[in-house]
């Protein structure tokens, strides 16, 4: 088969047809109804917002800085020394270890 | 005149009034809006679309219009802003597909091949929308424009497939004029040389 002209028109008028041939594939209305439910929803929503809908979006940005700053403030008090029951400390990370890593670090 | 007592016809609000109710809180107006377009809306996304999705992009469609109804510009039509938003919603359909697709292109099959050839090179009186609507035609024009990348699949098919001039083509995508020229004759003349070589092989 060689590419003439034609043939191309041919291809044309084939892939015109079968675009325009999908457009009668059948369907239902269930979805339209579960839409409008699904608007309704958000209109209410949109309408009540509440103090957790506008932390949302910023929830893990502060949970994590919380976390990484509680974690900093952790290592500056147990490093300097900062923290009054320096004992309970002491076996919580069993014999000072943790922190004589950490000054080495430090240092 | 005996139809002087006749009750006058309600006039349907037009779109333009439905809009301005449901901004001002009347949810159920939008209800109006999606019936009045609902078919319109699906012909698009079947057209765009595979038969399995239409209804879901179909929902997604009216959804994002809700959300971004105060966008709306009043100088433009309601029913052409509604097919921007479709058209978009299909690409961006067929640009998650493509990134997700892990089943490799595979070539067309010898029966397709040889239907192809002879839908092509046959003479006889058989019509252009009898052979469409046949399975291999269908599955024929997927698989070439699978082998599309998602941008030039909904180029050829607003330009090539549906002869919507270049400009329309161009607002319905959010694109330049200039992109879709260039895009549309690119995809055009690889599903000619795809499909006429696919053909020369059977």
């Known amino acids: 088969m060689t590419s003439t002209p034609q043939q191309s028109e041919r291809l044309r008028n084939l892939l015109q047809e079968t675009h325009h041939a999908r457009e009668n594939l059948p369907g239902d209305t269930l979805w339209a109804r579960q839409t409008m439910r699904q608007i309704r929803h958000l209109a209410v929503s949109g309408r009540t917002r509440s103090a957790a809908d506008f932390l949302e979006p910023y929830f893990w940005r502060w949970f994590t800085a919380g976390g990484v700053a509680t974690a900093v403030m952790a290592l500056l008090l147990l490093n300097f020394q900062f923290v009054p029951d320096a004992d309970l400390w002491s076996f919580l990370v069993y014999e000072n270890e943790t922190i004589n890593m950490f000054q080495a670090l430090l240092y | ?202």
């Open chain 2, 1 to 202: 005149m005996p139809l002087g007592n006749a009750e006058p016809e309600p006039v349907a609000p037009d779109d333009q009034d439905v809009v301005q109710r449901v901004l001002a809180g009347d949810v159920n107006a939008f209800a109006l809006l999606m019936e009045r377009y609902q078919e319109y809306v699906l012909a698009i996304i079947r057209r765009h679309a595979p038969p399995n999705q239409v209804e879901e992009l179909a929902q997604e469609v009216f959804i994002k219009a809700f959300k971004s109804l105060g966008g709306w510009r009043r100088s433009g039509r309601f029913r052409s802003w509604l097919a921007s938003i479709a058209v978009r919603t299909c690409y961006d359909f067929w640009r998650k597909h493509y990134r997700t697709r892990e089943v490799p292109l595979s070539a067309l099959s010898e029966a397709h091949r040889e239907w192809l050839d002879r839908a092509l090179t046959d003479a006889s009186e058989t019509s252009w929308q009898d052979i469409a609507r046949q399975q291999e035609a269908r599955e024929i024009l997927d698989w070439a424009l699978d082998q599309l990348s998602a941008a030039d699949r909904m180029v050829l098919e607003l330009v090539y497939l549906e002869e919507r001039p270049v400009k329309e083509a161009a607002r319905l995508l959010g694109w330049t004029v200039s992109n879709v020229k260039v895009r549309s004759f690119r995809a055009r003349r690889k599903i000619n040389q795809l499909l006429l070589q696919e053909g020369r092989h059977s």
